[in-house]
């Protein structure tokens, strides 16, 4: 009836608790919710704590390690996201990259103060020795570094989070070298609806 109150239980991966709201629910019951500690899980997975966001992220880390050797050298590159500023988090969506492929992920849009750093470095023997170091990114700043108002001005920086394996999976990102320097294409992305 009309005025009366109701419980409405339903068989889901989230936890039971106390809910705020639903962020959001696919036409295949895909269920994104906010419970009233701030915690915000998606198919039973935690993404993150929206009063916390700066101080327990660490399921929202990304590092990358490459290592391109032959016989008489190597260039090794390294990258990592860090004490992430959630800005935007939205999906669930399937993603599909060069890189990383998963069906059930949420893009985390980052803010100003994500920290970043990044590392090349390549040796080639021979009689020189040569071996050089760089910690300039793609933006021609030294990191490790946060990220500033002005690298947003054009750009998003999004951590693709997994939520089948609990953690970011991809950094889709002019930052990222291998998206900047166009080794890999752009990642293809569906939103479930």
Not at 42 to 62: A, C, H, P
Request: with cysteine; aromatic share 16%; proline share 3%.
């Amino acid at each position: 009836m009309t005025g009366d109150s109701y419980t409405l239980k339903l068989n889901a991966a989230n936890p039971s608790g106390n809910l705020a709201s639903t962020v959001k629910i696919t036409s295949d019951f895909r269920l994104i919710l906010r419970y009233t500690n701030g915690d915000i899980y998606g198919d039973g997975t935690y993404i993150y704590n929206v009063s916390k966001m700066n101080q327990e992220n660490s399921q929202m880390e990304w590092t990358r390690n490459e290592d391109l050797s032959w016989g008489s050298g190597y260039i090794h590159r390294s990258h990592d996201v860090y004490n992430v500023n959630i800005k935007e988090v939205v999906g669930p969506a399937s993603y599909s990259s060069s890189y990383a492929k998963s069906d059930n992920v949420m893009l985390v849009y980052c803010d100003v103060n994500t920290g970043f750093a990044y590392m090349e470095s390549a040796y080639q023997s021979g009689p020189d020795h040569e071996y050089e170091r760089s910690f300039v990114d793609t933006f021609g700043k030294t990191t490790p570094r946060s990220l500033t108002a002005d690298d947003f001005e054009i750009f998003s920086h999004i951590l693709v989070y997994d939520l089948n394996a609990g953690k970011a999976i991809d950094f889709y990102s002019p930052l990222n070298y291998y998206y900047a320097c166009g080794a890999e294409s752009a990642p293809h992305v569906t939103f479930y609806q």
